[in-house]
């Protein structure tokens, strides 16, 4: 699995946990990781992601169709998912500061079907790192 | 003057690109079934 997230575009390094089931992708300095793909790629490589979790720094948008959003570069946003840590940073959307959000990709559905890749992921904030 | 405003320049400008940087810094992944 190492081996094949690690031939992935942008990705620098990649740490597997056995024991703790936790797989860590780092990206190459000015490359763009593909969330979307990673998570197809982890399926491909024969295991089952049940949660994927991101890092990252960008700044915060108000989308006409989607509300709020996080770029994290240039050609890069996840629709962001209404929760408390979320109506607290609305403010700040539109403006050009920068803030650092740890949140939610992906939750693996109850049952033992492959949940539907194809669509956007959404980005559910559990922390702000830091606030500009 | 006109190479010192443009060194003091460029010194201002790369020790605010870090902290400027955006992008993803890491991807956390839980997973099952992995041996």
């Known amino acids: ?132 | 003057m006109q190479a010192r405003r443009i060194a003091l320049f460029l010194l201002l400008a790369l020790s605010v690109a870090p902290a400027l940087r955006a992008g993803i810094e890491q991807i956390d992944l839980r997973v099952q079934g992995m041996t």
């Not at chain 1, 992935?8 to 979307?36: C, F, W």
């Open chain 1, 1 to 132: 699995m190492r081996q094949h997230l690690g031939r992935l575009d942008g990705v620098a390094k990649v740490d597997v946990s056995l024991k703790d089931g936790r797989v860590v992708i780092y990206p190459k300095s000015d490359a763009t990781l593909d969330p979307t793909r990673i998570l197809k790629e982890t399926y491909d490589s024969g295991v089952s992601p049940s949660e994927m979790t991101m890092t990252a720094s960008g700044r915060l948008i108000r989308d006409p169709q989607k509300g709020l959003m996080f770029q994290t570069a240039a050609k890069q946003g996840f629709e962001v998912v209404p929760n408390d840590l979320s109506s607290k940073l609305e403010g700040r959307a539109g403006n050009d500061a920068q803030v650092t959000l740890r949140g939610r990709l992906f939750k693996k559905p109850p049952g033992k079907q492959k949940p539907n890749l194809s669509g956007l992921l959404r980005f559910e904030i559990l922390e702000v790192v830091k606030k500009d």
